[in-house]
């Protein structure tokens, strides 16, 4: 009989692909893993998985997983607005985003404001933040990009200019702007793939049909920055970086191209309870005055 241990066991291996990894995540004996995955699959009449090269979600498995992530969402959103009923104005809101540079002033003034409201935050990428969304494992997703909303709410917070970063010495530098045809040749000092400042460069790039030269992929702002400031390449930052850092010595050089900008958008779910916590949040961060930042 499918019972939660089960379903939430699936929904591990489903996210993993990898028996293993998942055995670990889980705690869990191998074994005992598998069995429960044959269960679940027996109990089903049809496989979840392809197991040939390796596991992998079929289109079963894929339809299952949803409705497994909005069932477990769903119960600890119950267990989340009971533990806030009874807590007397306390309670908890989690917050994913793919960097907090921008969110530390908002949420330290939020916690100045509501001292009893635990922040719960995480590191995501935009393209996990959906699944997450609908599953009900954050409350609110702050994203820097673009990212498919169906079944999803979302305020725009700050739309920006994106400046392109280069060492004081460098050409470009003293310049008042530059064209993407002034960066097609430049080394580049970059975020990793899906990050919003490389899909940035990757969209301006592919109007040029150029190729963008990176010399350097790093999940670390501060080492590129550095790195950049070494004489490494150039790079992106936004108007709002360059505010919040602003003695860091590097030089920063608008780009004469109006897609050269980030707007930066809370995301939630549509159809999701939004608990006491989780609403004083969202609106501390929408009115948030962004512009004086």
């Excluded at 499918?2 to 929904?11: H, I, N, S």
């Excluded at 191998?30 to 995955?37: A, D, K, M």
């Excluded at 030089?251 to 609403?279: I, K, Q």
């Amino acid at each position: 009989m499918m019972d939660l241990t089960m379903l939430r066991q699936f929904a591990v291996v489903a996210r993993l692909e990898h028996l293993s990894r998942a055995a670990d995540e889980l705690h869990v004996a191998q074994p005992s893993l598998s069995r429960t995955i044959a269960r679940l699959e027996n109990e089903l009449g049809t496989p979840l998985f392809d197991r040939a090269a390796r596991l992998r979600l079929n289109p079963a498995g894929a339809l299952f997983r949803g409705y497994v992530e909005r069932a477990l969402g769903e119960l600890d959103a119950g267990r989340r607005a009971v533990a806030e009923a009874t807590a007397q104005g306390s309670g908890s809101v989690r917050l994913a985003a793919e960097t907090f540079l921008a969110l530390t002033e908002p949420i330290a003034a939020f916690k100045r404001e509501h001292p009893s409201v635990e922040i719960e935050l995480q590191q995501l990428s935009a393209v996990d933040m959906p699944r997450s969304l609908r599953a009900q494992d954050v409350d609110f997703c702050v994203a820097s990009q673009p990212v498919p909303n169906a079944g999803l709410q979302s305020a725009v917070l700050l739309d920006e200019a994106v400046l392109v970063v280069t060492p004081l010495d460098h050409p470009l530098a003293s310049r008042p702007s530059v064209t993407v045809a002034d960066l097609v040749d430049e080394p580049f000092v970059i975020a990793r793939k899906g990050h919003w400042q490389r899909r940035l460069l990757d969209r301006l790039f592919a109007e040029t049909g150029a190729t963008p030269r990176i010399v350097c992929e790093s999940d670390e702002a501060a080492a590129i920055q550095e790195l950049i400031r070494s004489g490494l390449g150039i790079g992106f930052n936004p108007v709002f970086a360059r505010r919040a850092i602003p003695s860091y010595p590097v030089a920063a050089v608008p780009v004469d191209h109006p897609e050269c900008r980030r707007t930066l958008t809370l995301l939630w779910n549509a159809d999701a309870h939004l608990s006491a916590a989780a609403g004083l949040l969202r609106a501390a961060i929408t009115g948030w005055d962004w512009d004086s930042e």
